[in-house]
């Protein structure tokens, strides 16, 4: 059994109106077991909390596929019949499309099961939005022996029907970063007695706007953006604390590294001048997104029959499948969701899906994970 494009929009609308937040998609992965139960596709014992492995095929050569299933907090401002109903919560992101893409994806690999080349893995992927949940699908060990894996994002800026693909980087590597200055507090009529923590804060702020420009090359591609500070309470006291955070991000792991080690000098040099104490908090954040060279040329070419591919540009936003990519040589590709002039972006409370991408989206991973199951035997011989 597969399901017509039709099908699938009445189940991505289904998705829509019950979003979950990362880590908690109980009801979300209750309902893909379910479908692909229906469909007998084998599910995988993986000790995922939410989320799921499943396969189809046997033997060698194992390639996988993924999608990321949670939702944001946010707030839904659409007047879409099929709105979110659960309040505060919202699939702005699109993983309802990426999901329920694998999920017409798994049915028509198992209709041609008897077909393929090797096995199929299906990942239903939890917690992308706190870059965790790749790192919890690794750590079951179902991927090790997986030779190749295949993930999309959808891109609003692109029309339904286009598909935009390169070698090397395709988003971003990201850090996040936390630094609290710790100094005196004091009366602020009389500074001479405290460690001025509003000073250092604004002076390391205000110096770390240089590091991008003075430090990478220029021909290269680096973000800075520090986005929140918090330091004081009233008018009239110096006070003892305060913290400002943000995110550093670039297309080239080297640059990552240097920059985070530039970053932390800066703020140490500054903290020492001034005497107060500082410390860092690094979250957990995605590397570079970074296609295969051989994998991508194989994607590219069994794409042209499936929509217009175009080179893509790098995004600045990050993506954990990157995860999948430090271990797995992996091919992540963008597919047009919507392509109006005023389309709202992802991570936007207005986002919308055009459900003829799915015109793109079902047959990219299907002809996708066929060539390289054919690929992988290939290089066998």
Not at 19 to 35: C, D, H, M, N, V
Not at 91 to 101: K, P, R, Y
Not at 120 to 127: E, G, N, T, W
Not at 301 to 313: G, I, R, T
């Given at each position: ?16 109106q ?94 041609k ?6 096995t ?39 029309k339904?029907?286009q ?9 971003a ?23 001025d923590?509003v ?6 702020v205000?110096?770390l706007q ?41 297309f ?23 005497e ?62 919507n392509?109006e002039?005023?389309?709202p ?19 990219y ?17």
């Amino acid at each position: 059994m597969s399901f017509s494009y039709e099908e699938l929009a009445e189940i991505r609308h289904y998705i829509h109106q019950h979003p979950e937040l990362s880590g908690q998609e109980y009801q979300t992965t209750a309902f893909l077991k379910e479908r692909l139960e229906e469909l007998g596709i084998h599910i995988l014992e993986s000790g995922l909390k939410t989320g799921l492995i499943a396969e189809i095929g046997s033997d060698q050569p194992v390639v996988a596929l993924r999608a990321d299933i949670d939702a944001l907090p946010i707030l839904e401002q659409t007047n879409l019949p099929y709105k979110s109903q659960n309040p505060g919560v919202m699939h702005a992101c699109g993983h309802d499309f990426h999901q329920t893409s694998l999920l017409g994806a798994a049915a028509l690999l198992k209709e041609k099961e008897d077909q393929l080349e090797g096995t199929v893995r299906l990942i239903f992927q939890p917690a992308e939005e706190i870059s965790e949940g790749a790192s919890d699908v690794l750590a079951t060990g179902l991927l090790e022996d997986v030779q190749g894996i295949i993930g999309f994002h959808n891109i609003p800026q692109l029309k339904a029907g286009q598909l935009a693909l390169n070698a090397g980087a395709m988003m971003a590597g990201v850090e996040k970063f936390k630094v609290t200055v710790t100094g005196v507090s004091s009366h602020a009529a009389r500074p001479d007695l405290g460690v001025d923590t509003v000073t250092a804060v604004t002076t390391m702020v205000q110096n770390l706007q240089l590091l991008i420009s003075r430090t990478v090359s220029p021909f290269e591609t680096a973000v800075l953006s520090i986005t929140h500070l918090d330091v004081g309470s009233t008018w009239n006291v110096l006070p003892k604390s305060g913290y400002f955070e943000g995110t550093i991000r670039s297309f080239n792991p080297s640059v990552q590294r240097e920059l985070k080690e530039h970053f932390v000098s800066i703020v140490r040099h500054i903290a020492k001048s001034l005497e107060v104490d500082v410390a860092f908090e690094w979250g957990v954040t995605p590397p570079v997104t970074f296609n295969d060279e051989e994998l991508t040329k194989v994607v590219w070419e069994a794409s042209q029959d499936l929509a217009e591919v175009l080179p893509a540009n790098p995004s600045t936003a990050g993506e954990d499948f990157a995860f999948y990519q430090e271990r797995i040589p992996g091919v992540f590709a963008f597919i047009g969701s919507n392509g109006e002039p005023d389309a709202p972006d992802l991570h936007h409370d207005h986002m919308t899906i055009d459900d003829a991408a799915f015109e793109v989206s079902v047959p990219y991973y299907v002809e996708n994970a066929q060539a390289l199951l054919r690929y992988f035997k290939a290089k066998e011989v």
